[in-house]
């Protein structure tokens, strides 16, 4: 379940449908909120107008995973049930998403609050990095990393990390190049997604120490980007970038698409609208991981290859198309 949670809370909440939950079968949960339910705010939530949002219960436990001021603004109003999304998880994956959904919308999660829900997912998942924790809690991936090195000696040590693209990297980048010099020894025909895959690196890295190995090189060189920053790089266009040009600088420069995308949905403009929703919905389809693209591609039937490349190749383009539309109406408008 780890994919879906570095996914963003709000996809749950959007593309699940609702049901009516009696508010005597719902029980407590572990919040991430220290201080518990905040009583001015579930005041103000029932004495307004609006109807509540639905919250969101572990059909498990019945455990209220996000929503527990709604829960209590509903009893306050009199009613018997609450409109509620259920999904199915352990206490853990529950206490992420309850992270993720505070921190997203309605009252704020006070920031020692995120601190310590940090500390416990540190505990709780070791191997995920940084900056994967930092989009869950709110905080800095600079913030996560300090909490993790004071508790380094409370914690289980993994050699990995899982980025937010759900692909695992080595802690030591040092480690998945010697690695990945290892596996283009003793298989020279072996192809650099193969060797990423099995190393724990990108493609961009296997590259670079192929030109190395040429060269007469050890496979690691000087160090030119932060582990974190490595571990979170763009999953699939910019990447793409770096295996046209062969430049590694092209993909250093590339956005974060995930923040992007994670940006774009808190646009009400973007979530209420049916075209909204569905460009989002095909943005997030580009967010897929090289770890993923490249089991897809190791299951694509031998006699479809020609004909699913030239489908991928015309999806690019329409995505071109796309952009410079957008980038042409945009200068329009700006010169008129």
Known sequence: MNGQLLADTAEIMTHRSTEMVSLGDLTHFDSPRLSGADSEHVRLLAESDTELPPILVNRRTMHVIDGMHRVRAADLRGQAKIEAIFCECDDEEAFVLAVKANISHGLPLPRADRNAAAKRIINSHPEWSDRAIASVTGLSHKTVGAIRRRASGEIPQSSTRLGRDGRERPVDAAEGRIQ?????????????????????????????????????????????????????????????????????????????????????????????????????????????????????????????????????????????????????????????
């Open 180 to 336: 990945a010099g290892r596996i283009l020894a003793e298989r020279p025909g072996v192809s650099l997604r193969e060797v990423a895959r099995e190393a724990g690196v990108c493609a961009a890295t296997v590259r670079d120490v192929r030109d190395r190995l040429r060269r007469g090189e050890a496979p690691v060189g000087p160090v030119r980007r932060e582990p974190e920053a490595a571990a979170t790089a763009t999953p699939l266009r910019p990447k793409a970038v770096a295996r046209i040009d062969g430049s590694d600088r092209a993909a250093d420069r590339a956005p974060d698409l995930p923040a992007l995308i994670h940006n774009l949905r808190k646009d009400p403009s973007l979530r209420l609208s049916e075209s909204g929703r569905t460009l989002l919905r095909l943005l997030d389809a580009c967010t897929v991981g090289p770890q993923e693209w490249t089991r897809i591609s190791d299951n694509v039937p031998p006699h479809r290859v020609e004909l699913i490349a030239t489908a991928a190749r015309e999806c690019s383009r329409a995505w071109q198309d796309f952009a410079t539309e957008l980038e042409q109406r945009s200068g329009r408008q700006a010169s008129g």
